[in-house]
């Protein structure tokens, strides 16, 4: 089973109930004929998602300041498409729905590491609905761009917990916070430097299934990078192949393996690198696992080189992280 198969939340059919509701849309016609037992899968919440938009000519639902047209999803993903980096992407995103929806409007910055994405709402907070809306269009395409579901360090609303708040929780994948003084979304500076690769096919695939697999995330399975990745996130670093075994079990030679790397700008050496040191991050600011066991943990056969590495990731060093984390 796929995951646009998978169950939506009752939480997310009800306020898009509401939504509809607000604009004066009966939406139960709708909702039967796209699933006329009342459960929707996330293909079916997409198809909901979609008649609603065009009904009601806001892909927002009218949870913005100024209503989302039809097709400006679209819109923003083309432009974002050409962006040589992640966070050229990013950037263009925030100017594309500062200027086609308003306010709640984003900003981003960087500090120890750490890329805060920032929403400023005039006047009182929106809906914790709207807000998950808005991140969600901005964050699935980003993780598209970048071949991966983007880990978030943090996620905070500047809005009450709404009823059915764990839902939310499990969408983002990690603890949303409520009652924030403003709406963010954290994540990991180096992801901004990711080189932005993608084919104007590959987008169309990706733009048929949304905006359902806006609630999935991108698992990146679409490629070979992908499938090597989600193969080495699954295992220790302890355990992970060398790149003439790995190339054995994707049935290639090195040689085209690499160069199937290389056609979607990455190599080896880069992605085993970059899960390293997501890895080590989680275990230093998660656990109290002494460092030496770490670096164990991530394959290094001495505690040196894992320091070294440690510190081109980040600028610090794994003990200086992991104090960092703790003062967060």
């Known amino acids: 089973m796929s995951d646009l198969n998978a169950p939506v939340s009752p939480v997310f059919i009800d306020e898009a109930f509401d939504c509809a509701r607000r604009a004066g849309l009966d939406a139960v016609p709708i909702a039967r004929q796209i699933a006329p037992d009342g459960r929707m899968t996330l ?46 992407a990013l950037e263009r995103a925030l100017w594309a729905l500062d200027v086609m929806v308003g306010a709640p409007r984003g900003k981003v910055s960087v500090r120890n590491a750490q890329a805060c994405i920032t929403f400023a709402d005039d006047g009182p907070p929106a809906s914790a609905f709207a807000y998950r809306t808005l991140l969600i269009v901005l964050w699935g395409p980003l993780s598209w761009l970048a071949r991966r579901r983007l880990p978030l360090v943090q996620v905070a609303f500047r809005c009450a917990a709404p009823e059915g708040a764990a839902a939310y929780s499990r969408l983002f994948g990690t603890q949303v916070q409520f009652d924030a003084p403003e709406t963010q979304l954290v994540i990991d500076a180096a992801h901004l430097t990711l080189p932005v690769t993608r084919s104007e096919a590959a987008l169309k695939r990706y733009l048929k299934q ?50 199937q790397f290389k056609d979607q700008g990455a190599s080896f050496r880069q992605l085993t690198s970059e899960l390293r040191a997501t890895r080590a991050r989680d275990l230093l600011a998660k656990t109290d696992i002494p460092v030496a066991e770490v670096a164990d943990l991530m394959g290094y056969a001495e505690p040196s080189a894992f320091f070294r590495a440690f510190r081109e990731w980040t600028g610090c060093s794994p003990a200086q992280y992991r104090n960092r984390q703790r003062q967060i």
């Open 210 to 259: 949304a905006p359902g697999n806006l609630l999935v995330g991108y698992r990146g399975m679409d490629d070979v990078t992908g499938q090597v990745r989600a193969l080495l996130s699954r295992t220790s670093p302890q355990d992970w192949p060398d790149f003439d075994r790995l190339a054995r079990q994707f049935r290639m030679s090195p040689s085209t393996l690499r160069r």
């Open 43 to 88: 293909a079916q919440y997409g198809a909901f998602w979609f008649a609603l938009a065009q009904a009601m000519q806001d892909e927002m639902l009218g949870m913005t300041a100024h209503p989302m047209r039809p097709g400006s999803f679209a819109l923003l993903c083309h432009a974002i498409r050409g962006a040589p980096s992640l966070g050229k």
